[in-house]
């Protein structure tokens, strides 16, 4: 069910367009995230799912549209090259902080401990002390299943426990969005269900989490809200049953029909 | 073999130690601070900053350091402006422009391996401290010069094995360290071989200890690349 909002969205996404060179990766895409939603985004490769994702925390500046989290949106403005910057980087700092994100390829720092890496933010950034910072990543780290990996380096994991660990420091920051960009894609086939476990328990706590994903299942259980892209425009947007029960769209058809291909295929 | 000569031209040579270490260090030291502000100045993406930087590491790599040397000393006193500034009581002394050119030289270098072990850093790592809100200062401080240091840590061992070894040539323009002494002990006993025999064996000396220092703390510096010894203990406070 689509709640119906008595706040602001977590997340407001405006018309947002990005162009790499002659390519125009997204269209004036316009979005509202609200507390507790899990919004998964599908789409063929290349569809600007990703980049979408990346504008939000603006690893990726939009050309175009504006992003708004919790009521304040990012304040850009045209660069000097033509290109728009941020006004204030600090602000996009803090903005950050709230948008934690996990990626594909999980991107720990290898210098560091796991426990390292989930205390490193809060430390740092947010300026919270050691001994509360180290107390609570323990919690987090047992919560994701990785409580005795909490002093190896990141080269000695599986990569279900890399990404298990960039959930722990995501979480760590207290973000009040979550950003996951394809966290299962980089994982061999039988280590990515102990991924969607955890990201279905965060879902289940009522985190509002924005997934891109591969993994229609985990759209189709966990999400409550099911975003197609195609393109660079939102071709489909609701709930997972009306998405993947009654696609309108031939390009959707299309899209689900070649996913199932691909899951019932040899493997 | 004459154990007496050879024990005698050891310790006359010994006494140019410090001098060499001296040169050494300080060229080093002063070097490695100029190497990583040509280093920023590549890496700025600025033309401004990147083509002055690249155009001093063109000539600065790409001519002997015993030209510069010779440049130095016996070039800059040609022109009046030099005599008459400030600098001239430094410059019109073999030790500081021995010590300057090879200060030049090795920031040439350096620069090098400074800025191949800042882009060894993975950008995903970068993204990653980006998107928990790290400023620009912090990534640089926590992310990239950790792990740029130890990559770049071989090839600068090597650059202060070398730097060791280039002091020699400081003797040319009548400095007195090891070599410098070796030249003189030799024009007064015509004992080529011996002497050098003794002089190369300080140098030996020296960088062996140098080669074991550097790789003492490349141990160090990745923890990651070696087992972990006490799987319980708790993460040093990070600083």
Redo the contacts between chains.
């Keep these: 069910m689509i709640s119906t909002p008595l706040t602001q969205p977590a997340v407001r996404v405006r018309n947002v367009g990005k162009r790499f060179g002659n390519l125009e990766v997204l269209k004036g895409i316009s979005l509202d995230a609200h507390e507790g939603d899990v919004i998964s985004i599908v789409g063929a490769s290349g569809s600007g799912k990703s980049t979408l994702l990346r504008c939000i925390?603006m690893?990726e500046i939009p050309d175009e549209g504006e992003v708004v989290v919790a009521g304040e949106t990012i304040a850009l403005r045209a660069g000097r090259s033509g290109k728009r910057e941020a006004v204030d980087?600090?602000q996009v700092?803090?903005?950050?902080?709230q948008?934690?994100?996990v990626?594909q390829?999980f991107?720990?720092?290898?210098?560091?401990?796991v426990?390292?890496n989930v205390i490193?933010?809060p430390?740092?950034?947010q300026g919270r002390s050691?001994t509360e910072a180290?107390r609570e990543a323990e919690a987090l780290l047992d919560k994701v299943g990785i409580a005795d990996k909490r002093?190896?380096?990141?080269?000695?994991l599986s990569g279900g426990q890399q990404q298990r660990a960039?959930i722990a420091?995501a979480l760590a920051?207290h973000p009040r969005v979550m950003?996951f960009d394809e966290p299962t894609s980089a994982l061999d086939p039988e280590l990515v269900g102990e991924v969607l476990r955890v990201m279905r328990t965060l879902a289940d706590e009522g985190r509002t989490m924005l997934v891109v994903t591969h993994e229609m299942a985990f759209a189709r259980e966990v999400s409550n809200r099911v975003i197609f892209l195609n393109q660079g425009v939102i071709e489909e947007d609701g709930r997972p049953a009306d998405v993947f029960g009654a696609p309108k769209s031939d390009r959707l058809r299309q899209f689900l029909s070649s996913q199932l291909r691909a899951d019932m295929g040899p493997s | 073999m004459d154990i007496d000569f050879l024990a005698q031209t050891l310790l006359q040579l010994l006494s140019g130690v410090p001098l060499l270490l001296q040169l050494a260090f300080l060229s080093i030291a002063a070097g490695a601070i100029f190497a990583a502000l040509l280093a920023l100045m590549r890496l700025s993406g600025n033309p401004a900053l990147d083509y002055p930087a690249r155009g001093y590491v063109f000539v600065f790599r790409g001519t002997p350091l015993l030209v510069q040397i010779f440049l130095i000393y016996y070039g800059l006193g040609q022109f009046p402006e030099v005599r008459e500034s400030l600098a001239w009581p430094l410059l019109r002394q073999p030790y500081w422009c021995a010590l300057l050119a090879l200060t030049l030289n090795t920031a040439a270098y350096s620069s090098e391996i400074i800025r191949g072990g800042i882009l060894s850093v993975p950008f995903g790592q970068i993204e990653a401290a980006r998107a928990c809100g790290m400023s620009r200062w912090l990534i640089f401080r926590r992310i990239i010069v950790p792990q740029g240091l130890r990559v770049a840590l071989p090839a600068y061992g090597n650059e202060i094995i070398l730097m060791t070894r280039s002091t020699a040539l400081a003797s040319v323009i009548t400095l007195m360290e090891v070599t410098g002494i070796a030249s003189k002990i030799i024009s007064e006993t015509f004992r080529a071989v011996e002497v050098f025999i003794c002089a190369g064996l300080i140098y030996l000396v020296l960088n062996f200890a140098i080669s074991r220092a550097v790789a003492l703390l490349e141990r160090r510096l990745s923890p990651q690349a070696r087992e972990l010894s006490d799987p319980t203990h708790l993460p040093e406070p990070a600083r």
């Design positions: 925390n690893l980087r600090a700092d803090r903005m950050r902080m948008l934690a994100m990626f390829n991107n720990l720092w290898t210098h560091m401990t426990i390292e490193e933010a430390i740092h950034v050691r180290l002093n190896s380096y990141p080269a000695h960039a420091r920051m950003l």
